[in-house]
């Protein structure tokens, strides 16, 4: 077995700073059981801001300082929205509290190219995503999760005495991910034991003897030589993911960014579950004033991040916003298990149709959808009534078209009087219509197409009720 481990350093941080390209002078406050700084931004600390420093000091020495109340709720849903995206890596995947996932690689490494292509793949998703992730692997989660601690990137492949490579990690790691007390840690400490090696060569009966098993018990399961049962994360049915902005924004071009950083994961939870969906709700949140709400809809489903950011710039250019925003949200349902594309040796045969489907979106994103329809036509005889406006996309209305010659693409919206049609060539026709009898919308008029000096093509008629006269009706492309 493989275990990765990926731990989110400074996470506390990581849950407000995601949201913008350049956070600033940000720190996290804590109070425990003073206001003292949990951690800190480069800018801030660079200006000589420190963990662990009062709120009173960061003050004096950043002025500029903007402070945020640590979350912890908020904190663990983004660990469960990174274990969410991760689930397309593996489906053994298990929430390593309080900043770190497990997950068990071994069914998947030929799929992404081995160790190295499914640590490229990784470090490449984190981007997108907004976080930043520390990686290391070992036979067992437990000297996984220790060797991301301490060494980034370093990998243990099983081997003979592969568990002689933790000996000289230092003792303190055994209260991580453990329940390795404080005063059992300070206890070894007191003998002498700095390493994880010098407690492996303790005696183990006089360990026991001082109720330190549960050291014993961690190194066993840090070596593989015990069972460490763990409860494998299951994703959501539903998708859902916040994002808390640093700085409240009335902008809508950063707002676009941290879009961005959901969107990413939506489509890594979407191929998960090998689907699709046409359509997903991001909620702008204001502090005293509802959701804004943007509803993005897709003529098809599909997971491109990109296909959906570029829908929501085009809603957020056309919004004004009522209040600053504080956080966003995004939502997202009943997805559509969509079969994947093979390649093909001449392109992709469905990128001109999605092309289309693309352009279609961005208008519908940027006009509204009331402004984009298409025309179906219908068995009808009278031309004003022999065409219905539809959605784009949905399938047209068995029917026989009642034409029996040729029609415009462009019909007017009512037929404009001639006074003469001295200059215009009949080439065809008539084509007589004499309809609506029964609806107390009849007609009886012979249609033509007809030149026109410039050459245009135009479909006349002439009216053949009373007063008569011609008109013209259409014009051909």
Same mark, same amino acid.
């Given at each position: ?16 700073? !995601? ?31 420190? %963990? ?21 709720? *908020?904190?663990?849903?983004?660990? $469960? ?11 053994? @995947? ?50 996984? &999760? ?7 990137? &370093? ?32 206890? *070894?400490?007191?003998?002498?034991? !700095?390493?994880? /090696?010098?407690?492996?060569? *303790? ?15 961690? #190194?066993?399961?840090?070596?593989? +030589?015990?069972?460490?049962? !763990? #409860?494998?994360?299951?994703?959501? +049915?539903?998708?859902?993911?916040? #994002?808390?902005?640093?700085?409240? *924004? ?28 046409? =359509?997903?709700? #991001? ?12 509803? @993005? ?29 504080? $956080? ?40 509204? =959808?009331? $402004? ?25 209305? =068995? ?6 010659? %040729? ?13 003469? @049609? ?5 080439? =065809? ?44 009706? /259409?014009?051909?492309?």
């Amino acid at each position: 077995m493989l275990w990765f481990a990926l731990i989110l350093s400074d996470l506390p941080l990581q849950v407000f700073t !995601r949201g913008v390209d350049e956070p600033g002078e940000l720190a996290v406050v804590e109070h425990t059981p003073g206001a003292r700084v949990a951690a800190a931004t480069p800018a801030a600390l660079a200006r000589g801001v420190e %963990p662990g420093q009062g709120v009173a000091g960061a003050l004096a020495v950043a002025p500029s300082l903007q402070l945020r109340e640590r979350d912890p709720a *908020l904190e663990a849903a983004t660990l $469960a929205e990174f274990a969410v995206w991760a689930a397309q890596f593996t489906p053994c @995947i298990s929430i390593d509290p309080p900043d770190a996932l497990v997950l068990e690689t071994s069914g998947s490494l030929r799929l992404f190219g081995g160790v190295t292509g499914l640590v490229r793949r990784i470090r490449a998703g984190l981007v997108p995503l907004g976080l930043d992730a520390v990686i290391a692997a070992a036979p067992t989660p437990l000297a996984a &999760r220790w060797l991301a601690r301490t060494h980034p990137g &370093r990998q243990i492949r099983a081997a003979a005495e592969w568990w002689r490579k933790l000996d000289d990690l230092p003792v303190e790691l055994l209260g991580d991910g453990a329940e390795v007390s404080r005063t059992t840690l300070d206890l *070894l400490h007191g003998i002498g034991a !700095r390493r994880i /090696g010098d407690v492996a060569r *303790l005696p183990r009966d006089g360990l026991a003897r001082r109720q330190a098993s549960v050291v014993l018990d961690t #190194l066993a399961r840090a070596r593989g +030589e015990r069972p460490d049962p !763990r #409860l494998w994360f299951l994703p959501p +049915e539903r998708f859902e993911s916040r #994002l808390v902005l640093p700085t409240s *924004l009335l902008h809508t071009e950063p707002l676009l960014f941290a879009a961005g950083r959901l969107f990413s994961g939506l489509s890594a939870w979407l191929a998960a579950r090998h689907a699709g969906l046409d =359509r997903c709700r #991001l909620h702008l949140e204001h502090e005293d004033r509802p959701d804004t709400v943007l509803e @993005i809809v897709t003529g098809a489903p599909g997971r491109d991040d990109g296909r959906l950011l570029m829908l929501a710039r085009e809603h957020l250019a056309a919004l004004k916003l009522p209040a600053p925003v504080e $956080a966003l949200r995004l939502f997202a349902d009943n997805p559509v298990v969509t079969p994947g594309r093979t390649q093909d040796l001449f392109g992709d045969p469905d990128s001109a149709r999605d092309a289309a489907a693309l352009l279609l979106d961005r208008l519908r994103a940027r006009l509204g =959808r009331e $402004a984009v329809r298409t025309v179906h036509p219908v068995s009808e005889h009278r031309p004003e009534r022999a065409w219905c406006r539809a959605d784009p996309g949905r399938p047209a209305p =068995r029917s026989t078209p009642a034409a029996a010659g %040729p029609r415009p693409l462009w019909l007017m919206n009512e037929p404009r009087a001639l006074e003469s @049609i001295r200059s215009l060539t009949l080439l =065809r026709g008539p084509e007589r219509i004499e309809s609506g009898w029964w609806d107390g919308a009849d007609m009886r008029r012979d249609y033509y197409i007809a030149r026109a000096p410039d050459a245009a093509l135009w479909w006349v008629f002439e009216q053949l009720d009373p007063p008569g006269g011609w008109y013209v009706h /259409g014009f051909f492309g």
